[in-house]
């Protein structure tokens, strides 16, 4: 089997561009009325959380930590794991 066939987990890069790209989708959904992109939002950022999750589950904040940086992010964009890693990491 080719590693292009094996699943990887998410990142949390990816896992959190999915959810701001959700979003923004459903925002642009509520604005227009357009209930598919409401809809299509809502499943984008349930997906993101969920990859968030997944990749955060098997991460070291004492390792992979971004510290004060990753806290003050997810202050910034009400991320509360992020919010939380940081500060786990700041104290390792």
Same mark, same amino acid.
């Given at each position: =089997? ?9 990142g949390l890069i990816a896992a959190h561009a999915q ?34 999750? /997944? @990749? ?15 806290? =003050? @992010?997810?202050? =910034?964009?009400?991320?509360?794991? =992020?919010?939380?890693?940081? @500060? /786990?990491?700041?104290?390792?």
């Amino acid at each position: =089997m080719s590693s292009s066939d094996q699943q990887q987990p998410p990142g949390l890069i990816a896992a959190h561009a999915q959810y701001v790209k959700g979003a923004a989708v459903e925002a642009i959904g509520n604005v227009t009325g357009a209930q598919t992109w409401t809809s299509s939002g809502e499943h984008d950022k349930s997906a993101g959380i969920d990859a968030m999750k /997944q @990749a955060s589950a098997n991460r070291d904040p004492a390792t992979s930590g971004y510290g004060k940086v990753e806290e =003050m @992010a997810g202050k =910034m964009t009400g991320c509360e794991g =992020m919010e939380s890693e940081g @500060a /786990q990491s700041k104290k390792q």
